[in-house]
């Protein structure tokens, strides 16, 4: 089991930053690769990064390459993600995500979620 607090949000103006962070509980943070989904009102739940489980390896919705980065502290059992360059399109509800295999850009892949932290950009 693995319970996941995400911190870090709030309102900020474009072209501005925020860094997001996702603590875990357990012993076993790192045997999960994680991820940071994000739900705007009305539409579906997206991906946005990922990293591996040794923080080698990490992808990207094409919509955040290049502003975002996502990084992890296995030793603080803690995973953030660096926004840079925000824009009001990001403005969602942004939740981190644990998964032991499968997709890294599904969310039905994850097995874990926190309650999610709320990013407004505002224009």
């Known amino acids: 089991q693995v319970q996941l607090v995400e911190s870090g949000g709030g309102l900020v103006q474009a072209g501005g930053s925020l860094r997001l962070s996702c603590a875990a509980s357990?012993?076993?943070?790192?045997?999960?690769?994680m991820g940071w989904f994000r739900q705007a009102p009305g539409k579906e739940r997206e991906f946005v990064a990922a990293?591996?489980?040794?923080?080698?390896?990490?992808y990207y919705a094409d919509s955040v390459k290049g502003r975002f980065t996502i990084s992890r502290d296995n030793a603080n059992n803690t995973v953030y993600l660096q926004m840079n360059s925000l824009k009001p399109e990001d403005t969602a509800v942004y939740y981190c995500?644990?998964?032991?295999?499968?997709?890294?850009?599904?969310?039905?892949?994850?097995?874990?979620w926190g309650q999610g932290t709320q990013v407004t950009v505002s224009s």
């Open positions: 357990g012993r076993t943070f790192s045997t999960y690769a």
């Open positions: 995500a644990a998964r032991r295999r499968g997709s890294y850009y599904s969310p039905s892949e994850y097995d874990y």
């Open positions: 990293i591996s489980r040794s923080g080698g390896s990490t």
